[in-house]
Nanobody, 118 residues
Framework: QVQLVQSGGGLVQAGGSLRLSCAAS????????MGWYRQAPGKQRELVAV???????IYADSVKGRFTISRDNAKNTVYLQMNSLKPEDTGVYYC????????????WGQGTQVTVSS
């Protein structure tokens, strides 16, 4: 079994910063893509950023230049550094990890609330 544990998030004023972490543990073979998604109230879950196993990064246009995704393979952890936060960044943030062990499986974190006040 694989567990993803998220930390970080909270309430911040516009222009502020937050850092999210997501650590994988358990029966991990190897880790593929790691990413962050978010879901605002009344909206569908959307991609925020992805980092591949080769450390190639992809960002949603809305966060380019403000958010940075990174990973620490030794710790099986993915991070999302969020700077210059805007009220429209408010939502529940989920990490998503692809684990390779007898095939590929996708795991989601429990979600963490990020609220940006104006």
């Amino acid at each position: 079994q694989v567990q993803l544990v998220q930390s970080g998030g909270g309430l911040v004023q516009a222009g502020g910063s937050l850092r999210l972490s997501c650590a994988a543990s358990g029966s991990i073979g190897s880790i593929g893509d790691m990413g962050w998604y978010r879901q605002a109230p009344g909206k569908q879950r959307e991609l925020v950023a992805v980092i591949t196993s080769g450390s190639v990064t992809i960002y949603a246009d809305s966060v380019k230049g403000r958010f940075t995704i990174s990973r620490d393979n030794a710790k099986n952890t993915v991070y999302l550094q969020m700077n210059s936060l805007k009220p429209e960044d408010t939502g529940v943030y989920y990490c998503k990890v692809v684990i390779w062990r007898m095939g590929a499986s996708v795991y989601w974190g429990q979600g963490t609330q990020v609220t940006v006040s104006s």
